[in-house]
């Protein structure tokens, strides 16, 4: 994608190359022409980088260069580029309740831990498949953020077969209050780095679709390991009390 960007400060030569160099060193830009008669920039993006990005590219709020967009509404390219980025994980969560609604439509009433139960089966049993398609480049993934495999280098691949193993459990409904009580802790676990990582603000991709999807790590991976410990927690209550 394209767009073009007003920036004001450049007075010379020497800022028209500043600017065009900072903004080209950003790894999704593909180019930038600069002008300073213009006082404007085309830049080409492999995918949509918001105009605080770009301002932090060319230095920041106390920076001499000033840019603003024109020509697109911002708020709508962030919204576009947000439902592009998360389109497949969106979709498979999408698919997984679709289906389990389905089944849920055959029964005379709803059976609330029936949908959970046959939600995370589905859950784990298409995030584990992801994973399993390149084993290593999920485990190298997992590496950079995950607490646990810090520690112990194999945990990347058992964590993938216990996700697995989890979703087996799930959709044969074998000992629900023990398979409820390994998806909160495995979970609980798994959210630590994820919470460590989005707090932090560190760009890294989320290892939760293995390395076939580019995805960043955000407060969509909360949501998603979030849900999964809120219903153990929920299935584990009603199953114990």
Known sequence: MTHTYSIAGMTCEQCEMTVKTRLQAHPDITSALVSKDKQTAVVTMSKHVSIDELQRALGGDTSKYIITA????????????????????????????????????????????????????????????????????????????????????IWPYIYAFTELALGIAFIMNWS???????????????????????????KIQCACLGDVFNLPMSSVTIIEDGMMIGMSVVMIVLMAF
């Open 176 to 202: 629900p209050l023990l398979t409820s009580i390994i998806t909160l802790v495995v979970m609980s676990i798994s959210i630590i780095g994820v919470l460590q990582s989005v707090l932090n603000k560190r």
């Open 70 to 153: 024109t020509g697109h509404n911002e708020h709508a390219e962030q919204a576009k580029s947000w439902l592009s980025t998360y389109k497949p994980i969106l979709l498979i969560f999408s698919y997984i309740t679709v289906v389990t609604l389905l089944i849920q439509a055959g029964n005379p009433h709803i059976d609330g831990m029936e949908w959970m139960r046959h939600f995370m089966a589905g859950f784990f049993l298409v995030f584990s498949f992801f994973k399993l398609l390149n084993l290593r480049g999920f485990a190298e993934s997992y590496l950079m953020y995950d607490v646990l495999a810090r520690r112990i280098a």
